[in-house]
């Protein structure tokens, strides 16, 4: 069964300095990997995206994440936070039918 | 860019009571999905539905709770006497159905059971 680790439940920046957001995952095969984002009192919003295309994948808002199969590892880094980046970060692996969610990780940027 | 919309985005019940909740999917998708967060929690799938059937659900999703699509455009689910432990976040998805298609979310609403 897929399902993802999220190691950091808090993680606070200075702005402008990078960000670095932890997940591993574990599929029995390929995985289609996620990661979408929660700002307060909004819905979830999808950042990026991978689906085997290429490794490194660029998302919105300046995030890309690596794909490293040898580590089973997708984490998400953007090398200049921003005020408007504090939020709820979600990896999520595909199923089946559904999508799983890791636990979440809350970004907070200081000024 | 399209939107998943649901309705209400906040409700309140009295513990017993049943709740509709309500979803607007993307007119063109055929997966439809409701998940939930519990305050402080992670986001938990609930079930998941196609042709107008369940194609699978969770342990979560028991006898308690149903879903429906009426009228091919909205998507319900349905929390018949309602618990404490029902209160959370009810988030309500669509998606074409492809296994690395992205969903798309609506902006949840806020079940309060008092």
């Known amino acids: 069964a897929q399902s993802v680790t999220q190691l950091d439940s808090h993680v606070s920046v200075s702005e402008g300095t990078p960000v670095l957001l932890r997940c591993n995952y574990s599929?029995?095969?390929?995985?289609?990997l996620f990661w979408y984002v929660q700002h307060p009192n909004k819905g979830l919003q999808l950042l990026l995206k991978?689906?085997?295309?290429?490794?490194l994948v660029k998302g919105i808002n300046g995030f890309e994440a690596e794909f490293k199969k040898s580590e089973t590892s997708f984490h998400l880094t953007k090398p200049s936070a921003h005020m408007s980046d504090a939020a709820e970060y979600f990896c999520?692996?595909?199923?089946?039918?559904?999508?799983?969610f890791g636990a979440g990780t809350r970004l907070t940027v200081k000024p | 860019e399209p939107e998943v919309t649901q309705t209400p985005s906040h409700q309140v019940t009295q513990m017993g009571q049943e709740v509709i909740l309500r979803c607007v999917p993307i007119?063109?998708?055929?997966?439809f999905y409701w998940y939930r967060q519990i305050l402080g929690q992670k986001v938990e799938f609930l079930v998941s539905?196609?042709?107008?059937?369940?194609?699978?659900k969770s342990e979560i999703f028991d006898d308690q709770f149903s879903v429906e699509r009426p009228d091919g455009s909205n998507f319900t689910l349905k929390i018949r006497s309602t618990k404490l432990e029902d209160s959370a976040m009810y988030f309500c998805?669509?998606?074409?159905?492809?296994?690395?298609?992205?969903?798309?979310f609506g902006s949840g609403t806020q079940l309060s059971v008092l």
């Open positions: 999520v692996v595909r199923g089946n039918n559904d999508m799983r």
């Open positions: 998805a669509s998606g074409q159905g492809a296994l690395n298609e992205k969903l798309f």
């Open positions: 599929s029995s095969y390929s995985p289609s």
């Open positions: 539905f196609y042709n107008n059937e369940i194609s699978e």
């Open positions: 991978y689906t085997s295309a290429a490794t």
């Open positions: 007119s063109n998708h055929l997966y």
